[in-house]
């Protein structure tokens, strides 16, 4: 890399012996302070020292957002009673199925409970010539029973659902989001000049989709793969525009 060198000529002491360039051994040592080494600044500098910042700030988010999920989900689940948990009692009395995963454990699951009918499905006939009936009928009164029981344990429940620092850490957490967001548009938004500016851009995608090299980056809609793909597509585009 190219080199400014500064010498500053003033009657003193040598101060640099080591480190003097060879062309140094020309000057009168006696006129010598010192001789300091600036190198060019890079280029893509601002670009590569945003990705740096960006590498640190998106897996803030992600520390963050595991922390909130950890205490959402996880813990929270340890903590569920078993009234919520689906048995076979449940499919015999007519329950609607579950939406997601394995028990009454959410809106989307418990919502169904609290409609006046539920879907009923009913077959007819052989296997080769089957014939199925959707119907929505009222539930039983142990059905509702059960249904009211579900709904009481579930919104109990909820109402433990978020500890003490829950909501700092949630703060926390969408503070750290809008920050890490910020620099990816900067850094999709910057020109890249050099190759090195560019595969600043390539490590930012590999850092948000956790790859260590380009097969894996995630070129999912809005993410941060597809802007610095489209970002260094444009670089790509006006250095070889203005090379022509």
């Not at 998106?58 to 959402?72: M, Q, T």
């Not at 052989?126 to 059905?143: I, Y």
């Amino acid at each position: 890399m190219n080199a400014l060198v500064a010498l500053p000529i003033l009657t003193a002491t040598p101060t640099m012996a080591a480190d003097l360039p060879p062309f140094a051994n020309e000057l009168p040592s006696s006129n010598i302070r010192e001789i300091s080494i600036v190198p060019h600044a890079h280029p893509d500098a601002a670009l590569l020292a945003l990705a740096d910042e960006y590498v640190v700030a998106e897996k803030r988010w992600c520390d963050l957002n595991s922390a909130v999920d950890h205490l959402e989900f996880d813990e929270h689940r340890k903590q569920m009673p078993d009234v919520l948990r689906r048995t076979e009692a449940d499919t015999h009395l007519g329950l609607p199925s579950l939406v997601v995963n394995d028990a009454w454990d959410c809106l989307a699951n418990v919502n169904r409970l609290r409609e006046e009918r539920w879907p009923v499905t009913s077959r007819t006939g052989p296997d080769d010539d089957l014939t199925l009936r959707f119907r929505l009928l009222p539930p039983s009164a142990e059905a509702r029973a059960r249904a009211d029981e579900i709904i009481a344990a579930f919104g109990a429940w909820e109402a433990k659902r978020y500890p003490r620092g829950y909501k700092k850490l949630l703060r926390d957490r969408n503070r750290a989001f809008k920050v890490y967001a910020k620099i990816e548009e900067r850094i999709a938004a910057t020109p890249a000049t050099t190759t090195a500016g560019m595969m600043a851009k390539i490590r930012c995608a590999q850092a948000y989709s956790k790859v260590s090299d380009g097969s894996g980056i995630s070129l999912e809609c809005g993410g941060c793969g597809e802007k610095m793909a489209g970002s260094i597509f444009r670089d790509i585009e006006r250095l070889a525009t203005e090379a022509a």
